[in-house]
């Protein structure tokens, strides 16, 4: 018999008196039993190791959503089961109701794979239960639930139901029944919405209904402890089911908390919080020292289970600082009014931003006081280029033609910020100067002493007409080389000399062959393209004609590529010339040869000569040697006639 109570029990058959049919077997007409079935009432745990139990109510439906783990089939009995899946360990309590023939010698017996796990002898007229604990191994299991008309004799059966069903057992118990950083979540409230947004619901129902009042930024008044903020826990298992922890420890880097929860200032930067039936509440306020982005984090204990969450929180203080920025720069003087066209984005001194949601202009608890007011032109100077004489000389001063106010949080840019609507004067072009003015939260009223009215920037808005009257293409540079690039901008005017409304269109087009203009705009933002186009040079020198064309009105820019010589052309003549010396090189070669020929003939008539006058001088040598030895043999015989 199982030592777990019966409220972590799981119904598993259905009953058949409640509309769920009847037995399939026919009971004899000395039937024992009017019913069987298992108890819907009862619960089943689990985490199948102690802890929360969850009502098992919905049997009727193919899955039970507030008996976690739990699942049937039906089949065997009408609309009962003939399949279970139940967490491992789970404890399941098997009903048999009985009628007055019973007997205690009658019994039920549940079998789990053909193996008698447990007998239970019948009392007569009451629900008799048949409990069991679910293998803590996962697997598939065929039961059974037999019920004799007498004793528990499986040899015995002139009188006995057959009851058989699959068991399913899984492991998902230790998981589904253990804390989930998916399905818990922390929001950081006002105090004024912890009561009313801060419940224990599914996680998708809590998200989306305390959203709008989630805050991530905060100013704390010192001395006021209705501007503290709560933490809202809400803390859910695996199945999305709301848990009650063990334990709660909050902590944040900046700011400190209570265990209140009910807008008391808070004296340390941690807590052990009192936990709470699915949510967890904890109070969080400021002071006028730490400033600047914290995180607040909770650690959750659940039996064996811990989970960490976070959110980030940002402490501001005063109002120190304004700027404006445009949002857009121009609109038509025929056009409605132009909402969110400047942002207000406002800063502490430390450079906090301040949400646009925690501006006032009052006293308001939990706000910074700015002295800005929606609806308003009484906190700017306006400026006009094209004034209407009024004299303006400070805050609340206008001359322009346009109505000018400040108009609530900036959609555009960010909700956290505040906005300024310019409304042009119908056929009244003119450009407006605007600044605004604020003051810090120690000044008393509006007309606080000039030293403590922050003053922000000055922007220009244009009122213009939607009628082109001027384009100019502007380019980074006009001389590039071959292939290369620079930027092309277009500046749109109208006859006012005032820049065009935005959103006027314009196209770009390039003359010589192989130029491109890549990318760009074709519309304008401030009289220009948002996106500068990119032109891109041919890989030969030309010259370029960059047009651009808005309203029929046509601007233009010339570009100077690689020099400006067509490579081409330069390469043709180069070529003509080259053959023309080629030519003249061939004559004079041919001149050479003519030439070299007849030196040629030259040589060859002198070697002839040379070859005639050696052998003339060669005779004369030998007629000169003969004569010689003449004389010589003369001269001895002259001699020897001396002598003689």
Same mark, same amino acid.
């Given at each position: ?10 119904a598993?058959v259905?009953?058949?008196s ?25 619960? %089943?745990?689990?985490?199948?190791a102690?802890?929360?139990?969850y009502?098992a ?7 039970s959503?507030?008996?976690p ?5 039906s ?8 399949a ?7 404890d399941? &309590?098997?009903? $048999?109701?009985?009628? /007055? ?5 009658? *019994? ?12 239970v ?8 239960? @048949? ?5 803590a191994?996962a697997?598939?299991y ?10 528990c ?7 006995s139901?057959? +009851? ?5 057992v899984t492991?998902?118990?230790t998981?589904?029944?253990a804390?989930? =950083? ?21 996680s998708?129902?809590h998200?989306? !209904?305390i959203a !709008? ?5 905060g ?8 501007? !503290?903020?709560?933490?809202c ?6 199945l ?13 880097t900046?700011?400190?908390?209570s265990?209140?929860?009910n807008?008391?200032v ?12 699915? $949510? ?5 306020s ?5 400033k600047g982005?914290? =995180?607040?984090t ?7 289970? @811990?989970?960490?969450?976070s ?12 700027? +404006? ?5 121009a ?9 969110? #066209? ?17 501006w006032?202009?009052? #006293?308001a ?13 009484a906190d ?7 004034g ?13 033609y346009?109505?000018v ?6 959609a555009? %840019? ?9 409304? *042009? ?6 450009? +407006? ?7 810090d939260? @120690?000044?008393?009223?509006?007309g #606080? ?5 922050i003053?922000s920037?000055?922007?220009?808005y244009v *009122?213009?007409?939607s009628?082109?009257?001027?384009v ?15 930027t092309?901008?277009? $500046?749109?005017k109208?006859?006012?000399?005032l ?6 269109t ?6 010589g062959?192989?130029n491109?203009v +890549?990318?760009? &705009? ?8 948002d996106?500068?186009?990119t032109?891109?040079a ?11 064309v808005?309203?029929g009105?046509?601007?233009t ?7 400006g010589?067509?490579t081409?052309?330069?390469?043709v003549?180069?070529a ?21 020929? #007849? ?7 002198? /070697?002839?000569?040379v070859a005639?006058?050696s ?13 010689i030895?003449?004389l010589?043999n003369?001269?001895?015989?002259i001699q ?5």
């Amino acid at each position: 018999m199982s030592t777990k109570t019966t409220f972590k029990r799981v119904a598993l058959v259905a009953v058949a008196s409640l509309g769920f049919g009847v037995l399939t077997s026919v009971a004899p007409a000395s039937a024992v039993i009017s019913t069987a079935f298992l108890s819907r009432t009862t619960t %089943v745990d689990v985490d199948a190791a102690a802890g929360t139990a969850y009502s098992a109510v919905a049997l009727n439906a193919a899955t039970s959503a507030t008996a976690p783990g739990v699942s049937y089939t039906s089949g065997v009995i009408a609309t009962s089961i003939s399949a279970l899946t139940v967490p491992a360990g789970s404890d399941l &309590d098997f009903k $048999v109701i009985t009628d /007055a023939a019973a007997t205690t010698a009658d *019994c039920a017996k549940l079998m789990i794979n053909n193996t008698t796990i447990k007998s239970v002898a019948l009392v007569a007229d009451t629900t008799n239960s @048949v409990t069991y604990t679910a293998p803590a191994t996962a697997g598939t299991y065929t039961g059974l639930i037999k019920v004799y008309q007498a004793a528990c004799n499986e040899g015995f059966a002139s009188a006995s139901w057959d +009851l058989p069903f699959t068991l399913t057992v899984t492991s998902a118990a230790t998981t589904v029944g253990a804390l989930s =950083t998916e399905f818990s979540s922390m929001t950081i409230v006002r105090q004024a919405d912890a009561a009313g947004f801060c419940t224990a619901a599914a996680s998708a129902t809590h998200k989306t !209904a305390i959203a !709008a009042k989630a805050r991530t930024s905060g100013y704390f008044k010192n001395g006021d402890a209705t501007s !503290a903020f709560v933490v809202c826990l809400n803390i859910r298992n695996g199945l999305n089911a709301a848990v009650t922890p063990s334990s709660v420890f909050l902590s944040t880097t900046k700011g400190f908390l209570s265990n209140t929860s009910n807008g008391t200032v808070g004296t340390a930067p941690g807590v052990a919080a009192t936990p709470g039936a699915g $949510v967890t509440l904890v109070d969080l306020s400021g002071d006028n020292v730490q400033k600047g982005a914290a =995180t607040v984090t909770a650690v959750i204990t659940y039996g064996t289970s @811990v989970i960490s969450i976070s959110a980030p929180f940002t402490w501001y203080g005063a109002l120190a600082s304004l700027t +404006l920025t445009n949002s857009y720069f121009a609109s038509a003087t025929s056009a409605a009014n132009t909402g969110d #066209a400047i942002n207000i984005l406002a800063k502490d001194a430390d450079g906090n931003t301040i949400p646009y949601d925690n501006w006032s202009d009052a #006293a308001a608890t939990g706000k910074v006081q700015t002295s800005i007011t929606d609806a308003s032109a009484a906190d700017m100077k306006i400026v006009s280029s094209k004034g209407n004489g009024a004299t303006v000389t400070g805050r609340g001063g206008s001359n322009a033609y346009a109505t000018v106010v400040t108009a609530g949080a900036d959609a555009l %840019v960010s909700s956290s910020r505040g906005s300024i609507d310019v409304d *042009c004067a119908s056929t009244r072009a003119e450009s +407006l100067e605007i600044t605004l003015y604020g003051y810090d939260s @120690v000044a008393a009223a509006a007309g #606080a002493s000039s030293t403590q009215i922050i003053t922000s920037n000055t922007v220009t808005y244009v *009122c213009s007409s939607s009628v082109v009257a001027s384009v100019e293409v502007k380019v980074t540079a006009s001389d590039l080389p071959v292939s290369g690039t620079t930027t092309v901008d277009v $500046v749109l005017k109208d006859a006012n000399g005032l820049i065009s409304p935005d959103g006027t269109t314009v196209a770009l087009a390039v003359s010589g062959n192989g130029n491109a203009v +890549l990318g760009g &705009d074709t519309t304008t933002l401030g009289g220009s393209l948002d996106t500068d186009a990119t032109f891109v040079a041919s890989p030969t020198p030309n010259e370029a004609t960059v047009t651009a064309v808005s309203g029929g009105v046509v601007g233009t820019a010339k570009i100077v590529v690689g020099g400006g010589i067509d490579t081409a052309t330069s390469a043709v003549d180069a070529a003509a010339e080259a053959t023309d010396a080629a030519n003249a090189a061939t004559d004079a070669a041919n001149a050479a040869a003519e030439s070299a020929d #007849a030196a040629t003939a030259a040589a060859q008539d002198a /070697a002839d000569a040379v070859a005639a006058l050696s052998a003339q001088v060669a005779e004369m040598i030998n007629a000169l040697k003969k004569q010689i030895t003449s004389l010589t043999n003369l001269v001895i015989k002259i001699q020897k006639k001396v002598k003689a």
